[in-house]
């Protein structure tokens, strides 16, 4: 608790919101990094010609 010009503040609901806001914010970031790298993913994976010609060649000998 810091009292200031008489006010009394409890300074640990204020840390713990700046730890909250800093753990929200690093959620945020991971869920954009995890969506980017899904759709780069994707857009590797329609891309992919080595792999495509892999299965091909895998549907052509059965395996």
């Given at each position: 608790?810091?009292?200031?010009?008489?006010?009394?503040?409890?300074?640990?609901?204020?840390?713990?919101?700046?730890?909250?806001?800093?753990?929200?914010?690093?959620?945020?970031?991971?869920?954009?990094?995890?969506?980017a790298?899904?759709?780069?993913?994707?857009?590797?994976v329609?891309?992919n010609?080595?792999?495509?010609?892999?299965?091909?060649?895998?549907?052509?000998?059965?395996?």
């Amino acid at each position: 608790m810091s009292d200031f010009g008489g006010i009394t503040f409890d300074l640990s609901y204020a840390t713990e919101a700046e730890r909250l806001a800093d753990s929200l914010g690093q959620v945020v970031k991971q869920q954009a990094h995890s969506r980017a790298a899904a759709r780069a993913a994707q857009h590797l994976v329609t891309e992919n010609g080595a792999g495509q010609v892999l299965k091909a060649v895998q549907r052509l000998t059965d395996g």
